[in-house]
Nanobody, 129 residues
Framework: QVQLAESGGGLVQTGGSLRLSCAGS????????MGWFRQTPGKERDFVAA????????NYADSVKGRFTISRDNAKNTVYLQTNSLKPEDTAVYYC??????????????????????WGQGTQVTVSS
């Protein structure tokens, strides 16, 4: 089992940047593939980015490609989401998620909400126009 805690959200102007962090505690972090999702009120939780447990593979939603970068530091039990060139439509609560993936390739990543078992409580990102 792993506990996840996001941080780094806040209020930023259009075109600005934020680095979100997700710290994991509990079981060894390197057994988990990780993902970032976001959600706005009344809407479903949407995929943003994913990274394999070894950090060797990543995947992004089309809406954030070229602007967001996911990375991880297994020694620090942390996954990051660097968000650049932010737009008002990026405003949402951002969640990190973990899925144990020792039974699959170390390069596997996952893009669906139902793929993940563990979730953080979220961090709010607000982009003003």
């Amino acid at each position: 089992q792993v506990q996840l805690a996001e941080s780094g959200g806040g209020l930023v102007q259009t075109g600005g940047s934020l680095r979100l962090s997700c710290a994991g505690s509990g079981r060894a972090f390197s057994v988990y593939a990780m993902g970032w999702f976001r959600q706005t009120p009344g809407k479903e939780r949407d995929f943003v980015a994913a990274i394999s447990r070894n950090g060797g593979s990543t995947n992004y939603a089309d809406s954030v490609k070229g602007r967001f970068t996911i990375s991880r530091d297994n020694a620090k039990n942390t996954v990051y989401l660097q968000t650049n060139s932010l737009k008002p439509e990026d405003t949402a609560v951002y969640y990190c998620a973990a899925r144990e993936s020792t039974s699959t390739s170390a390069f596997a990543y996952y893009t669906q909400v139902y793929d993940y078992r563990y979730w953080g409580q979220g961090t709010q990102v607000t982009v003003s126009s």
